[in-house]
Nanobody, 128 residues
Framework: QVQLVESGGGSVQPGGSLRLSCSASGFTLDRYAVGWFRQTPGKEREGVSCISGKGDNTHYADTVKGRFTISKDSAKNTVYLQMDSLEPGDTAVYYC?????????????????????WGQGTQVTISS
């Protein structure tokens, strides 16, 4: 059974940092692209950052470029999203997703519909 579990969300002040984890079970992430998406009430999920199966290609949304870093630990079958210099606009529920695909990471990150396997989400709140 394919399962993704996110953790690491919480509430921090602007300028703070959080590290989200996406742990997989039932399959090996080495072959899967993994993406982080976020969603606020009334809006569609937007791609934040994505990483290829081998971890050699990454993509970031312009809004988080330079502040967020995605990485993959194959030994732990886990993908991380390091979020620094957090802003109130980063407040959202963050989801990770995994998919086998030949599409580029940039294209995969552009649409939630390209992903079939999702975690349950973790809340991130940035507030002073």
């Amino acid at each position: 059974q394919v399962q993704l579990v996110e953790s690491g969300g919480g509430s921090v002040q602007p300028g703070g940092s959080l590290r989200l984890s996406c742990s997989a079970s039932g399959f090996t992430l080495d072959r899967y692209a993994v993406g982080w998406f976020r969603q606020t009430p009334g809006k569609e999920r937007e791609g934040v950052s994505c990483i290829s199966g081998k971890g050699d290609n990454t993509h970031y949304a312009d809004t988080v470029k330079g502040r967020f870093t995605i990485s993959k630990d194959s030994a732990k079958n886990t993908v991380y999203l390091q979020m620094d210099s957090l802003e109130p606009g980063d407040t959202a529920v963050y989801y990770c997703a995994a998919e086998l695909s030949l599409m580029t990471i940039q294209r995969m990150c552009s649409r939630e519909g390209y992903w079939r396997n999702w975690g349950q989400g973790t809340q991130v709140t940035i507030s002073s």
